[in-house]
């Protein structure tokens, strides 16, 4: 049992998610994807839109990324409640008022904006993207590991080092 209240190690979890993908691919022709079911909720939400992006979306075809979706709430939901050694805080206090509601609410804008807009999110170009051979996917997964060390560098620099 505990086993299953910790967090699992990186060399089950990364290769279990590997396996995950290419069974999906082969088994299902589908792609796994969180970002995109955000159109797919705005769809159902607004089945009368205008907008092209969301008028001309088949949500019957993808209605399995928006169960998929809910599946991973009720996961987490599950292993916080049920299957961890300590509780676990859904936010931190700092992010209990105004101040905090707008950073979150500005960063959700922000994080959706890059995904809709780099077509997908970091993990999917790095796990779907190259398990697909994209070649986006490719320079994707390259800048944002070049931002990740320049990003670092600056850290490093500006902190005096690895002192």
Known sequence: MQFL???WPWWLAGPLIGL???LLL???GRNLGVSSSFRHLCTLALPKSRLPYLAHN????QAWSVLFVFGISLGAFLAVHFLSNAPVEF?????????????LLAGGFLVGFGTRWARGCTSGHAIMGLANFQLASLYAVLSFFAGGLVAAGIALLLNGGLS
């Open 26 to 28: 082969v088994l299902g």
């Open 20 to 22: 995950t993908v290419g």
């Open 5 to 7: 209240l910790s967090p």
């Open 91 to 103: 936010l931190p206090a700092h992010y209990h008022s105004t101040s905090g509601a707008l950073k």
């Open 58 to 61: 088949d949500v019957r075809k």
